[in-house]
């Protein structure tokens, strides 16, 4: 098993440790610091409590899941409501953060090593051998 732990950043103690069944790829937390989401090299994404340590959400879509490279990031939009995904199956993906279902897919030239909402939440970018921005309807 693998661990990540939440650390208190003022004091340095630690809060709680969240056992993972595969290294940790990514690990962000939201604009209001109550969530922290994280990808493995399982190729799941978890949406966690940042108060409790308690797994909220795991992003499932059986079909995508099987058929999704290994996530390499992952970021919540700046309102919070929708996660997005990148991979190395040369997708992006944007995810309903409460309900964990697929919203809309983005395939890219590559594979894909980075990505982010803008503040606006209006476009995403994505980064891999090249950069590609990606307009949202709102």
């Known amino acids: 098993l693998e661990e990540l732990r939440l650390w208190n950043a003022k004091n340095g103690t630690l809060l709680f440790t969240i056992e ?16 922290f989401i994280t990808a493995s090299l399982d190729k799941k994404v978890r949406i966690w409590c940042a108060a409790t340590g308690e797994r909220q959400l795991t992003l499932r879509n059986a079909n995508i899941i099987n058929d999704m490279g ?63 921005f990606w307009f949202i309807r709102t």
């Open 20 to 35: 993972h069944t595969h290294e940790v790829t990514c690990c962000v937390f939201s604009t209001d610091s109550k969530r």
């Open 70 to 132: 290994l996530v390499t990031c992952c970021c919540f939009s700046h309102n919070g409501q929708y996660i997005l995904t990148s991979s190395e199956d040369k997708t992006a993906r944007i995810w309903h953060a409460v309900t964990g279902t697929s919203r809309r897919t983005f395939r890219h030239e590559g594979a894909i090593s980075s990505c982010s909402f803008t503040a606006d939440d209006r476009f995403i970018i994505t980064v891999g051998t090249s950069v590609q």
